[in-house]
């Protein structure tokens, strides 16, 4: 088993490049699925996630070619199967996308419970997205262990989300390509890896309109042929180098991104005293020189605070002077690592759906475990600023979604290294 060991204290220094969007990439790859011809994506991040989709593709009969480090190919036109392995459903969430896109090409699919990050309770995690597909003329099944659908014809239908899902919104897009007629999504998510999966999609000849809106609306076509297409640059693994500049007191520059997809973060930040400037169209710069201050934050739906950066920007409060309070609107479950921040040294104090801080400089190196993704990256930005060694646990969660994590860390001037535990 590996772990993450850090000696903090060091504040980061110099540029960073982002990769690919880990939630982009995660739903254009089964989106791919439903073309009969060769698609290549580029730009994609060299992920456990990524690694396991394509194992998924080859178990259905795609044929995929891995072009270099951040490219891949997937002809799938051959495919015949539509059920997917349970030892790769069960280590990412999105495997739930397969359901959409399979649904739409052959009008079944059959896919374990998805596993990946555990944010929500209750049974039906994904109960939008199953409603969507029943609206447009599927029949579904739930239990335990599988998740079934089936159709003998999809047929365009107006479907109103409850709250813009951006999974549910993604899913019905997916399956409603190639329903007879129009299906318009109302109250539909508007987040950026929602316009770049309609945004491939319709490269391959779907008709999506309204992407970015409340409303989408998509004509169904008999068919998608094979194209090219580049992910967006990754906002959540660019907030997270940003707020690791912050919390270590350093100087860094992010480049390959694009800097609209940052407002909420950089406005956060700028009110925290951050100095955070736009040096060119696609890079920021983030320094600190001068003393944080406390703030509340609230997560919200696109173009509001992200969910995925609700950890690392809680554990960059914990270490400001003063009373913080971070509320968590999308996610049930998001607070798990609290505990785990509250050993290196954290004051925080959850009510429901709120983070209490009381600010400190003096976190102290410890012993901890990562519980998800998102929680791994604010357990390493605990790190880099604790006095002392910490050491993570349990870091697989890190890998399903950051590339090269602690080399780029390292080449900006962290004393971090991945060993082997004893």
Known sequence: MEQIVINGRKPLQGTVKI???KNAAVAILPAALAANGLCTIENLPAIEDVSNLRKAF??????????????????????TRYEIGKDISNTMRASYYLLGVLLGRFGKAEVPIPGGCNLNVGPRLINYHLKGFE???????????VIRVHADKLIGAPIYLDSPSVGATINIMMAAVFAEGITTIHNAAKEPHVVDTANFLNRLGAKIRGVGSD????????????????????????????????????????????????????????????????????????????????????????????????????????????????????????????????????????????????????????????????????????????????????????????????????????DIRRVVKP
């Open 19 to 21: 990769n690919g969007a």
């Open 58 to 79: 080859e178990g259905l009969g795609a044929v995929c070619e891995q072009r270099d480090a951040n490219t891949l190919s997937i002809d799938a036109t051959n495919i």
């Open 135 to 145: 609206a447009l003329g599927a029949t579904t099944f739930q239990d335990e262990n």
């Open 215 to 414: 409303t989408i609306r998509i004509t169904g076509v008999p068919e998608l042929h094979g194209g090219e297409y580049t992910v967006i640059p990754d906002p959540i693994e660019t907030g997270t180098y940003m707020i690791a500049a912050a919390i270590t007191g350093g100087d860094v520059t992010v480049t390959h991104i694009i800097p609209k997809h940052m407002d909420s973060l950089i406005a956060k930040l700028r009110e925290m005293n951050c100095l955070v400037e736009e040096i060119s169209d696609d890079a920021l710069r983030v320094k600190v020189d001068k003393p944080l201050k406390a703030s509340v934050v609230r997560t919200s739906v696109y173009p509001g605070f992200p969910t995925d950066l609700q950890p690392q920007i809680t554990t960059l409060l914990c270490t400001v002077k003063g009373k913080s309070m971070v509320t968590e609107t999308i996610y049930d479950n998001r607070f798990k690592y609290t505990d785990e921040l509250n050993r290196l040294g954290a004051n925080v104090r959850i009510e429901g759906r709120a983070a209490h801080t009381e600010g400190s400089s003096d976190l102290v190196g410890a012993e901890v475990k990562a519980m998800d993704l998102r929680a791994g990256a604010a357990l390493v930005l605990a790190g880099l600023a604790a006095r002392g060694e910490t050491v993570i646990n349990n870091i697989v969660h890190l890998d399903r979604g950051y590339e090269r994590f602690e080399e780029k860390l390292r080449d900006l001037g962290a």
